[in-house]
């Protein structure tokens, strides 16, 4: 069973945490790596979405 009913859910996240702590405590490189991460989360999250659409939504 697919505990991630959505990929990249929960990467997203868990990036977004690691952006907010980071940003409190003035950690700039976590600070990247957590906005990096989420965007990575974010891109796999819209192609499973884009997977299960028909091909004619997907041209529009």
Same mark, same amino acid.
């Given at each position: 069973?697919?505990?991630?009913?959505?990929?990249?859910?929960?990467?997203?996240?868990?990036?977004?945490?690691?952006?907010?702590?980071?940003?409190?405590?003035?950690d700039t490189? !976590?600070? /990247? *790596? $957590?906005?990096? #991460?989420?965007?990575?989360?974010?891109?796999?999250?819209?192609? !499973?979405? /884009? *997977? $299960?659409?028909? #091909?004619?939504?997907?041209?529009?």
């Amino acid at each position: 069973m697919d505990r991630d009913p959505v990929p990249g859910t929960a990467e997203q996240v868990k990036a977004s945490i690691k952006d907010a702590i980071s940003t409190l405590t003035g950690d700039t490189k !976590a600070e /990247a *790596e $957590g906005r990096v #991460e989420k965007s990575n989360a974010e891109v796999r999250s819209t192609a !499973a979405s /884009a *997977e $299960g659409e028909p #091909e004619s939504a997907a041209k529009k």
